[in-house]
């Protein structure tokens, strides 16, 4: 189950937002095993100068249209794994118009699979 979080510039339209939602959720699922159903996201919209993005960072421009994607997962997936998720997430947002693929910017969080509850109270994934 992962947990998306991202981040995005007010002024973009309900549209844009569902096709970042949906572009996320499909590199998931072409990438990273996610099953088609397991979709958890918040997506969060902020004002001129509450979304806070250096304007170059290791050679790579950003501009005022970035869009920050936070994936809390569980471990254990391989860096190459994780390198597909990336270059997905960039092609997949770009496609569908909403921003540039250097815009993409992308933070995975990797928790132990005792941490998660999909309700009624119980660690389902706890052994």
Same mark, same amino acid.
């Given at each position: 189950?992962?947990?998306?979080?991202?981040?995005?510039?007010?002024?973009?339209?309900?549209?844009?937002?569902?096709r970042?939602?949906?572009?996320?959720?499909a590199?998931?699922?072409e990438?990273?095993?996610v099953?088609?159903?397991?979709?958890?996201?918040?997506?969060s +919209?902020?004002?001129?100068?509450? !979304?806070?993005? @250096?304007?170059?960072?290791l /050679?790579?421009?950003?501009?005022? #249209? %970035?869009?920050l994607?936070?994936?809390?997962?569980?471990?254990?997936?391989?860096?190459?794994?994780? +390198?597909a998720?990336?270059?997905? !997430?960039?092609? @997949?947002?770009?496609?569908? /118009?909403?921003?540039?693929?250097? #815009? %993409?910017?992308?933070?995975?969080?990797?928790?132990?699979?005792?941490?998660?509850?999909?309700?009624?109270?119980l660690?389902?994934?706890?052994?």
């Open positions: 189950m992962p947990f998306v979080r991202a981040s995005v510039p007010d002024r973009f339209s309900d549209a844009q937002v569902a970042i939602s949906e572009a996320i959720h590199s998931m699922v990438t990273f095993d099953p088609a159903d397991d979709r958890f996201q918040v997506i +919209r902020h004002r001129p100068g509450d !979304l806070v993005c @250096s304007p170059s960072f /050679g790579i421009s950003h501009s005022a #249209d %970035v869009v994607v936070q994936i809390t997962c569980s471990e254990g997936r391989t860096l190459e794994t994780k +390198r998720l990336f270059k997905a !997430l960039a092609r @997949s947002i770009a496609r569908d /118009g909403a921003v540039a693929p250097s #815009d %993409v910017i992308v933070n995975l969080v990797e928790v132990r699979k005792e941490n998660w509850s999909f309700g009624d109270g660690a389902q994934y706890a052994a």
